[in-house]
């Protein structure tokens, strides 16, 4: 399968797997018909509990987006829950609140920040530099 669209992006073989979070469900919902028109398949959670449960059932997410400000645990501590099921995947952060953020990502590698508003050619880049950036594990022999 390969999709290629007037944001130049092209997807072969099995589509990617995001999870969008957000407790706004309208933002969440733009973001979701939006990476799905993409060609990626999106699985989506109104909160950081619901997520990680999500996380918990699907071996495949090749990336998290998370919006900053949730009720209950923002998105930097459920990035850092969802590393621990999913070492190795992106975190793509949207925030207005980019500021209040700097000083509390050190600890997170492959992790990008989005402000918000932005506009939608700006998400699809930001997802795509994040997927490109995972260098594949080489294979283990048995």
Do not use: C, W
Request: charged share 25%; no cysteine.
């Amino acid at each position: 399968m390969s999709t290629t669209n007037r944001y130049s992006i092209e997807i072969r073989n099995e589509p990617r797997t995001l999870l969008v979070v957000d407790d706004e469900p309208m933002i969440r919902s733009l973001e979701v018909q939006f990476l799905s028109s993409q060609g990626y398949k999106v699985l989506q959670a109104a909160s950081a509990a619901e997520a990680l449960r999500l996380a918990s059932a699907n071996a495949n997410i090749h990336l998290l987006l998370t919006d900053f400000s949730m009720p209950e645990v923002d998105g930097l501590e459920l990035a850092r829950q969802f590393r621990t099921v999913h070492p190795e995947t992106p975190v793509l952060m949207v925030s207005g609140s980019i500021p209040l953020m700097h000083d509390r990502t050190a600890d997170l590698d492959r992790f990008d920040v989005l402000a918000k508003p932005f506009a939608f050619d700006e998400l699809l880049h930001k997802v795509r530099s994040l997927l490109d950036s995972v260098v594949p594990l080489p294979l283990r022999n048995p």
